[in-house]
């Protein structure tokens, strides 16, 4: 009986590792597809870190490094958001 918990707690450990593993691999993935699109860009275009539009340089907001396209709801385009 004993063995029996001891294999059964061993093969969750195990599942959960693997979970784990697989997960970090998808972030770095994420994070390097993300890091060569911005690579990939001209140097008058940057990419939003929230939502990943492609926006002007000179439109952009920069903070701590980071570029945002200062849309903050509905429109991606660019338009201002209409309020009353």
Request: aromatic share 6%; glycine share 6%; net charge positive.
């Amino acid at each position: 009986m004993k063995t029996i918990l001891i294999v059964a707690v061993g093969m969750v450990l195990l599942a959960v590792l693997v979970v784990f593993v697989r997960y970090n691999m998808a972030l770095r993935k994420a994070a390097k597809e993300k890091e060569e699109a911005a690579r990939a860009l001209p140097d008058d275009k940057v990419q939003c870190f929230s939502c990943g539009l492609v926006v002007a340089k000179e439109k952009a907001l920069e903070k701590k490094g980071r570029y945002f396209c200062g849309v903050k709801r509905n429109d991606r385009n660019g338009n201002p958001i209409q309020t009353r």
